[in-house]
């Protein structure tokens, strides 16, 4: 039984790499998936038309890592940190 546990507790962290490089693409990767793309639109590698469409796909990309990254600005909104301070109330001078 203790074994079993250890075996899971080890096993969770490689189980967490694993998921976490599942969405990582390499260059080359992606440059496969944009020609098959490319390809699947009726372009033939080599024309003009291809490396049009590869390109825009590029920047179709870009454009869209910019406006992810503008969304996540985390300057462009003032940060409001509410912490309530117990206050006295003053005392009222005596009038004389």
């Known amino acids: 039984m203790r074994r079993m ?3 899971r507790i080890s096993l ?7 998921a976490v490089l599942a ?4 260059a080359e990767e992606r440059r496969a998936e944009d020609e098959e793309n ?3 639109f009726g372009f033939r ?5 291809f490396a049009d469409c ?3 796909l590029e920047l179709d990309r870009r454009a869209a890592s910019r406006a992810a990254a ?12 509410y912490r309530p301070m117990p206050v006295r109330p003053r005392p009222r001078p005596r009038a004389r």
Do not use: K, Q
């Not at 969770?12 to 694993?18: Q, T």
């Not at 590698?45 to 038309?49: E, F, I, K, N, V």
């Open 12 to 18: 969770l962290p490689v189980l967490l790499v694993a």
């Open 70 to 81: 503008a969304r996540f600005d985390l300057y462009d909104d003032p940060w409001i940190v």
């Open 23 to 26: 969405g990582c693409v390499t």
């Open 45 to 49: 590698p080599g024309t003009d038309a």
């Open 5 to 7: 546990r250890a075996m």
């Open 38 to 40: 490319c390809r699947s």
């Open 54 to 56: 590869l390109l825009s």
